[in-house]
C-alpha cells in the first residue's frame, strides 16, 4: 500500500530559528529576543539576530526546496514582525515578506503550510502577563483573523500551535531552559496551559471564520509517544496507557497527551486528570472547553523519539531499558519505532488524519574539502523513520504527509547554532547554503514517493 498518492513530502522551520532580521523593518521584539541576549542562558552566547538570514535569503531557500522537489514546507510566523505589539496596528513590511515567501513557494509549486505560533512571543504581551493574561486568547484570534485573511486565499494549510507541551516544560517550569524562562509552580504552569488552549480554539474560530471552506486547520503536538517491547496484546495495552496516563509512567507530570489533546479533541479532561490535579487545576468553565474543543481537521506530530514500555506484573506500563539503534549529535535515542507506534496509536484515540510535522535528526555534520557534507548517519536515521511510518500508512492509517525536521541547519535555541539538524547545511559566517547527502537522498525518496527507501 504505502504512501498515498497525494502524500505531501516537505520540510520544517520556524521564524526565530531562521529569519534573522530581528531588527528590520518594524519586527519588534519577542521573548527569544530578550532570552537569547540574556547573559547565561544559550550556549554560546548565541542569538537569532541574523539566524540563517532567510528574511533575506528567502528566495535562494525557496529555490533549493524546489531542487529538492519539496512539495510542501512548513514554516511559521513571526508574531512580533507582523504585529510589534501583539496587538493593533499591523506592520505591513512584516506581512509583506510572508506574502512574498507564500508567492515564492507557490511560483515553485510548492504548497506552504503555516505554523502562527512556533514560540516567539511579543515580549510586550509577556510583559503583560504572557499565557496567563486573561485577553490571550482574544488577542492570538485577532492575530490569527489577520494572517488568515492576508494569506488565507494562498495558504490551504495552518497550524495554531507549535508544541506546547514544550511551551510548559520548557519555558514555564523550574527545570526548564527556554524562553521565557519563569520558574511556575505546577498550578502557574496549568494556567498557563489553560491560556495556549484557549488561544488554540480562538485561533480556529477566527482561521474558519475568514479561510476558504477547503482549508485545512491543526495544530503541531509533541510528547509522549512510546513503542511496546513486544508486539504481545498486553505490551501494547501497556504503550498506550502510558502514552495518556496522566502523570505519565516516566514520572513526569505535565507531559502527557491527555492534557494537550483530550480538550482539543473531546472537550474534557480525563477523570485521572482532574483527579491528579485536584484544586491545582484552574477551572475550565463549558463554555472555554467549547471554544477549545472548535473541530479542527488533522492532528500533527513532531516526533523524535521515545520510551521503550511493557506490562508489569499488574499490566501497569513499566519503562523498560532502551536498546536504541544509536544516538543522535543531541544524545538523543534513535528509535524508529515511535513513528509506527506514536502515529497508530495518537490516531486511534483521537481519530484525525495524521500529519508528521517534525521529524530528523541532529548530526555533527561538518563541510569537507570535497565541498560536500556526507551525513550519512541522517540518511540512516530518515530511512529507518520513514520506513516505520509506512508501515502505519499499510495498517491504513490516515497520513497526509512528512515534515522533515529541518530544512536547514539552524538556531536550536538553548542549544543555539551547535546542533545542525538541515538538510542543508548553513556556513553562518558566510551564509553559503550546501545541499548535504541526505538533502538529495531525500530527493529520490520524494520522487519515487517512499519506494525509494
Ligand atoms: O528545533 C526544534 C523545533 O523548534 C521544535 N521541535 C523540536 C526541534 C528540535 O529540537
Known amino acids: 500500500m504505502g504512501f498515498s498518492k497525494d502524500f505531501l513530502w516537505g520540510a520544517a522551520t520556524a521564524a526565530y530559528q531562521i529569519e534573522g532580521a530581528a531588527n528590520e523593518d518594524g519586527r519588534g521584539p519577542s521573548i527569544w529576543d530578550t532570552f537569547s541576549h540574556t547573559s547565561g542562558k544559550i550556549k554560546n552566547g548565541d542569538t537569532g539576530d541574523v539566524a540563517c538570514d532567510h528574511y533575506h535569503c528567502y528566495k535562494e531557500d525557496v529555490a533549493l526546496m524546489a531542487e529538492l522537489g519539496l512539495q510542501a514546507y512548513r514554516f511559521s510566523i513571526s508574531w512580533p514582525r507582523v504585529l510589534p505589539e501583539g496587538t493593533g496596528s499591523p506592520n505591513e513590511k512584516g506581512l509583506d515578506f510572508y506574502d512574498r515567501l507564500v508567492d515564492e513557494l507557490l511560483a515553485k509549486n510548492i504548497q506552504p503550510c503555516a505554523t502562527l505560533f512556533h514560540w516567539d512571543l511579543p515580549q510586550v504581551l509577556h510583559d503583560k502577563g504572557g499565557w496567563r493574561n486573561p485577553d490571550i486568547a482574544g488577542h492570538f484570534g485577532a492575530y490569527a483573523e489577520l494572517m488568515g485573511r492576508r494569506l488565507g486565499d494562498r495558504v490551504p494549510c495552518w497550524m495554531t500551535f507549535n508544541e506546547m507541551c514544550v511551551v510548559i516544560n520548557c519555558g514555564h517550569v523550574p527545570s526548564g531552559n527556554h524562553a521565557p524562562g519563569e520558574k511556575l509552580d505546577r498550578t502557574g504552569a496549568l494556567e498557563v496551559l489553560k491560556g495556549l488552549l484557549l488561544s488554540h480554539g480562538r485561533g480556529v474560530q477566527a482561521l474558519r471564520a475568514v479561510l476558504p471552506k477547503t482549508a485545512q486547520i491543526g495544530l503541531a503536538h509533541c510528547g509522549v509517544v512510546n513503542f511496546p517491547t513486544s508486539d504481545s496484546a498486553e505490551d501494547i495495552e501497556a504503550t498506550r496507557k502510558s502514552m495518556f496516563a496522566v502523570p505519565d509512567d516516566g514520572g513526569s507530570d505535565l507531559h502527557s497527551a491527555a492534557l494537550y489533546l483530550d480538550p482539543v479533541f473531546f472537550g474534557k479532561y480525563t477523570e485521572e486528570t482532574l483527579q491528579y490535579f485536584g484544586t491545582g487545576m484552574p477551572p475550565v468553565s463549558a463554555a472555554e472547553m467549547e471554544t477549545i474543543s472548535q473541530p479542527i481537521d488533522f492532528l500533527g506530530l513532531n516526533v523524535y523519539r521515545g520510551r521503550c514500555v511493557g506490562a508489569g506484573a499488574n499490566g501497569e506500563p513499566e ?53 560536500k557534507v556526507h551525513d550519512v548517519e541522517r540518511i540512516e536515521f530518515l530511512t529507518s523513520y520513514l520506513r516505520a511510518l509506512r508501515r502505519a500508512a499499510d495498517d491504513g492509517v490516515p497520513v497526509l504527509g512528512y515534515m522533515q525536521w529541518s530544512l536547514m541547519d539552524n538556531f536550536e535555541w538553548a542549544e543555539g547554532y551547535s546542533q545542525r539538524f538541515g538538510l542543508i547545511h548553513i556556513d553562518y559566517e558566510t551564509q553559503q547554503r550546501t545541499l548535504k547527502d541526505s538533502a538529495l537522498w531525500y530527493r529520490d525518496v520524494i520522487e519515487s514517493n517512499g519506494d525509494h527507501l
Open 319 to 371: 519503562t523498560r531499558p532502551l536498546e536504541p539503534a544509536g544516538y543522535t549529535h543531541f544524545n538523543w535515542p534513535i528509535t524508529p519505532d515511535v513513528l509506527y507506534w506514536g502515529v497508530k496509536l495518537m490516531h486511534e484515540r483521537y481519530g484525525k488524519p495524521i500529519m508528521i510535522t517534525e521529524n530528523g535528526m541532529s548530526n555533527d555534520d561538518t563541510l569537507n574539502a570535497d565541498g
